[in-house]
Nanobody, 118 residues
Framework: QVQLVESGGGLVQAGGSLRLSCTASGMIFTGFAVNAMAWYRQAPGKSRELVAARTSAGDINYTDSVKDRFTISRDNLQNTVDLQMNNLKPEDTAVYYC?????????WGRGTQVTVSS
């Protein structure tokens, strides 16, 4: 059974850093079985938005508001997709979700809360 579990969220002051990890189980993490992976976030009262995405070919995209601050990466040995977040801002406060497209099916984690205080 495929399962994604996010970790690494928490409370941080503006300008600080956090590293989120999404650990995948029940899937083959290497090769092209994992078509794409991404991090989304949802702030209170707002719709869920794409933060960063990485294809199996290595193409990476970021939403404009996090460019040069966030980095998405993949660790095939640990079966994780990580999001390094630097220079955090209060507007980054949200629940962060990872999504992995595995053999064409999207799987989501339950999310991890990130709160940035000013």
């Amino acid at each position: 059974q495929v399962q994604l579990v996010e970790s690494g969220g928490g409370l941080v002051q503006a300008g600080g850093s956090l590293r989120l990890s999404c650990t995948a189980s029940g899937m083959i993490f290497t090769g092209f079985a994992v078509n794409a992976m991404a991090w989304y976030r949802q702030a209170p009262g707002k719709s869920r938005e794409l933060v960063a995405a990485r294809t199996s070919a290595g193409d990476i995209n970021y939403t404009d508001s996090v460019k040069d601050r966030f980095t998405i990466s993949r660790d095939n040995l640990q079966n994780t997709v990580d999001l390094q977040m630097n220079n955090l801002k209060p507007e980054d406060t949200a629940v962060y979700y990872c999504k992995i497209r595995y053999y064409g099916t999207d799987y989501w984690g339950r999310g991890t809360q990130v709160t940035v205080s000013s």
